[in-house]
């Protein structure tokens, strides 16, 4: 059984920096797809980035966080950490770490429980 544990997120000032992470366990990860979706109050799910195990220097990020977010991995720990800089309000959300052996997507995959993200302006 598939399990994505998240860590992280919180309250923070606009300008500021938070961290999430997520371990996978229960499976063979080494060539899966991880990421990460959003979603604030009233809309809809939304990707974030992804960060693929076999190619781990091509990631993919929203145009919304281009330049501010980093999506890295620790293979030893089957971690997906998201480095998220220069936060704004408009970054609100709870965040959800995804997985999955093919493509990433809103209604596919293995998820965690989500983690909440508040930027305060």
């Known amino acids: 059984q598939v399990q994505l544990l998240e860590s992280g997120g919180g309250l923070v000032q606009g300008g500021g920096s938070l961290r999430l992470s997520c371990t996978a366990s229960g499976g063979t990860f080494n060539t899966w797809i991880m990421g990460w979706f959003r979603q604030a109050p009233g809309k809809e799910r939304e990707f974030v980035a992804l960060f693929r195990w076999r190619n781990p220097s091509n990631t993919y990020y929203a145009d919304s966080v281009k330049g501010r977010f980093t999506i890295y991995g620790d293979s030893a720990k089957n971690t997906v950490t998201l480095q998220m800089n220069n936060l704004t309000p408009d970054d609100t959300a709870v965040y959800y770490c995804?997985?999955?052996?093919?493509?990433?997507?809103?209604?596919?995959?293995?998820w965690g429980q989500g983690t909440q993200v508040t930027v305060s302006s």
């Open positions: 995804t997985a999955d052996s093919i493509a990433l997507g809103p209604k596919r995959g293995y």
